[in-house]
């Protein structure tokens, strides 16, 4: 098992250009902005001496160039800067933020999975049938609804209608965090079923067509041993690279849903500081959500490697 | 006839459409298995021998079923059981070897524990009894080394060793009847020979009956005391192994004996089937043979021929071999 997962090492080495990519692109994009850091803080009754003293102790007349090398030195020192808004380290700002984000985006993984996993199946077990065209329609439904607004349909029934759930926040307790992160999370998680639903659903029919399925059957297994037994892992092994690339998307949409619920995560984080052209931290927060992605890549690939005894990542890695 | 462990009685598989049979694949097939025995059932693909061996385990394809006719185990219908006590059977009494034993077997789990899973649902063992059971059915295969082998996955293991894994499997639970889809076509002959010596090794110590689907005339005088030749969904002839391969009566098993190799004879020429069979949807009137039959006469593709008993124990469906020999 361990020998399969030489290919880890190799990989976080290649995430390292990925990430100066990262930072470069982020660093110039986020300069295309018009307006600057010194006119957000001052605000607008600002005068121009002052806007130009500040922008000049922030250091942000230098030349471009040299303004990524200087934000680079930092980088290979630990520190992502200070924010220009907050006047604390973007490091502590993010320490802040990662935790409800990153239990947002599990919390909507785990609901997606015991939505998908049982709906995949319901209609694997007679595709055509009405249990499967049910099926479908759901993720159709699903697939064509934007996030945002099925968090505020969410909201307005669940929180608002019904006072079930809080309308916003993330509380204080860990059952808190789980009480008040559900609707959020649950909105995700609607967002990415189909994905998984109709993945699941395909390879479910082909394991289900299989020889090693009807051996099975030979020795007497049924209903859901059978199922737990022989379909849902081997169903499972493509699957997992589509729950892979969709949590790329995911990232992105915890973003928006985050604003919709006012949690206190990245995505909030994230588009305060490009309101307030507070560069620092923008930088550190796309800094993050990339690596993230990539780890989830490589998360991805040791998932698979241990569901599927045939891969081996390594030789992978090699050719 | 109540000693029979397995009876098959005018038995029909096809598939239907819009709840009205559409197509026969396997037309009026009986045949009957005693403990012990072992029955070899000869056919070229599509023949319908695989379909009629996957009908009494209860694993015809998706939207194949059986049309009508009986199908009893030890005096009860298969055919007309509960799907739970039919499940029941299936590892203990009755079990199925396949053809493709990489296919047979799933990808991701270790052999060992595919062996076990019998023995645990039906033996009720544990875990750990379950792994001995079945490392002990692995050496008694003749797998080397079955500890270690045991953890291995199928992709691990070469074509022989998967094929022994899957008699591992199928004799697990000591089954009283043994269903083999082809299970040496897949592999080279001197692992065969190996695997069929396996076979009838276990099958001779436990009494096991066997039924054995192959398009290997030389298999079958190998393994079988009994045997039946299908050609086009219909058993043609049928008998004892020395009487049909010794004294085929039906054109079609002269043909098959002509068109193989005989050791004994290396000097003589081959001679093939001239045509192909017939397709499931055009079968022609009559005996389906009879297009490529050199003694077809009109007659011949007026009706289907009825099976007549042209020795003790020895039956064939010719109008010509059963009228010449009545």
Not at chain 2, 119 to 122: I, L, M, T
């Given at each position: 098992?361990?020998h ?10 290649q995430?390292i250009?990925?990430a ?6 982020v660093?110039f994009?986020a300069h295309?902005l018009?307006g600057?850091?010194a006119l957000a803080?001052l605000?607008?009754?600002a005068t ?5 003293a500040?922008t000049t102790q922030?250091?942000?007349?230098r030349p471009?160039p040299?303004q ?5 030195a930092?980088?290979f020192q630990g ?5 220009l808004t907050?006047?604390?380290?973007v490091?502590?700002l ?7 984000t990153?239990?947002l985006l599990l919390?909507?993984l785990i609901?997606?999975l ?7 199946a319901?209609a694997a077990?007679r ?7 049910g099926?479908?329609?759901f993720t159709?439904?699903g ?5 945002f607004w099925?968090?505020?349909m ?5 929180a608002?209608?019904f006072?079930?759930?809080?309308v916003g926040g ?7 965090h789980?009480?008040f992160?559900?609707?959020?999370a649950?909105?995700l998680?609607?967002s990415?079923?189909?994905?998984i639903?109709?993945?699941?659903r395909?390879?479910?029919?082909n ?15 049924y209903?859901?041993s059978l199922?737990r037994g022989?379909v849902?892992r081997?169903a499972?092994?493509p699957t997992?690279?589509?729950i892979?690339?969709n949590l ?5 949409g ?6 919709v619920f ?13 309101f307030?052209r507070?560069f620092?931290?923008v930088?550190?927060?796309?800094l993050?959500?990339?690596l993230?992605?990539v780890v989830i ?6 998932v698979y490697t241990?569901?599927d005894p045939?891969?081996d990542?390594?030789?992978a890695v090699?050719? | 006839?109540?000693?029979m ?6 038995l029909v598989i ?13 037309d009026?097939v009986?045949?009957s298995?005693?403990a012990?025995?072992r029955f ?9 021998k ?7 385990a209860?694993l015809?394809p998706k939207?194949v079923?059986v049309l009508s006719?009986?199908?009893?185990y030890?005096g009860?219908?298969l055919t007309?059981?509960?799907p739970?006590e039919r499940?029941r059977?299936?590892?203990p009494e009755i079990a ?7 296919t047979?077997?799933n990808?991701?789990?270790?052999v060992?524990e595919q062996i076990?899973?019998g023995?645990?649902?039906?033996l009720g063992?544990?875990?750990?009894a379950a792994?001995t059971v ?7 295969t ?5 500890e270690r082998r045991?953890r291995?996955?199928p992709h691990?293991?070469?074509?022989g060793?998967?094929q022994?894994?899957?008699i591992a ?10 269903l083999?889809?082809?299970p ?7 692992v065969?020979?190996?695997v069929?010596k396996?076979?009838e090794?276990?099958c001779?110590?436990t ?14 005088n ?10 086009s969904g219909?058993?043609?002839e ?7 391969l010794g004294?085929?009566?039906?054109p079609?098993t ?5 068109s193989a190799p005989d050791f004994?004879?290396?000097e003589?020429r081959l001679?093939?089937?001239?045509g ?8 022609p009137?009559?005996?389906p043979?009879a297009?490529r039959?050199a003694l ?5 593709s007026?009706?289907?021929?009825t ?11 010719c109008?010509?071999?059963?009228g010449v020999?009545?």
């Open positions: 098992m361990l399969r997962l030489r290919f880890i090492p190799a990989r976080l080495i995430s250009p990925v100066f990519g990262v930072t470069l692109i660093f994009m295309l018009p600057n850091a803080l605000g607008q009754r121009a001496e002052s806007v130009a500040l922030l250091g942000l007349d471009l040299e990524y090398l200087i934000f680079l930092q980088l520190n992502l800067g200070t924010s907050y006047q604390v380290p490091s502590d993010l320490v802040q933020a990662v935790p409800v990153l239990a919390y909507a609901l997606s015991f939505i998908s996993i049982p709906l995949a319901l077990f595709p055509g049938g009405s249990r499967d065209l099926v479908r329609g159709l439904v697939q064509g609804m934007p996030q099925v968090g505020i969410l909201l307005l029934i669940f608002v209608r006072r079930l759930f809080p993330y509380g204080t307790t860990q059952l808190d789980l009480y992160l559900f609707l959020p649950l909105t998680a609607i990415m079923s189909p994905t639903i109709r993945s699941l395909s390879s479910m029919i394991v289900l067509e299989s020889e090693y399925v009807g051996t099975a059957k030979s020795k007497g297994s209903g859901i199922f022989h849902l081997n499972a092994i997992v690279s589509v892979g690339v790329g998307f995911l990232v992105g915890s973003l928006v849903i985050e604003r006012a949690l206190p995560g990245l995505g909030s984080l994230m588009i305060n500081s490009i307030s507070d620092p931290t930088q550190g927060v796309t993050f959500v990339a993230f992605v890549g490589i998360l991805t690939d040791v241990m569901l045939r891969v990542m390594s030789k090699r050719a | 006839m109540t000693d462990l397995l009876e098959v009685e005018n096809g598939m239907r459409r819009a709840g009205r049979p559409d197509a026969v694949i396997v009026d009986s045949f298995v005693a012990h025995e070899g059932i000869v056919g070229e693909s599509g023949s319908g695989s379909l009629t061996l996957r009908a009494v209860g015809l939207g079923e006719g009986r199908i009893a030890a009860k219908s007309g059981m509960p739970q499940r059977l299936m590892g199925m070897i396949f053809q493709e034993p990489m047979a077997l990808p991701v789990i270790r060992g076990a899973e023995p645990r649902r039906h063992l544990s875990k750990k792994n079945a490392i002990e059915m692995m050496a008694r003749g797998i080397p080394d079955p045991a291995a996955y691990e293991l070469s074509g060793l998967r022994r894994i899957m499997m199928a004799v697990s639970c000591n089954p009283r009847l043994l083999c889809d082809e040496t076509t897949a592999l080279d002959v001197t065969q020979h190996q069929l396996v076979l090794g276990l001779a110590d009494g096991t009956a066997l039924i054995f689907v192959t398009h290997d005339l030389a298999v079958v190998q393994t079988c005391t009994d045997m039946a030749v299908m050609y219909h058993i043609v049928s008998g004892t192994v020395a009487d049909v004294d085929a009566r039906h079609y002269q043909g098959l004996l002509g004994d004879r290396p003589r001679v093939p089937i001239p192909f069979p017939p397709s499931l949807t055009s079968r009137a009559g005996c043979f297009p039959c077809a006469v009109d007659d011949c007026k009706a289907m021929p099976t007549e008993l042209v020795a003790p124990g020895h039956t064939a469906a109008i010509m071999t059963a020999l009545a």
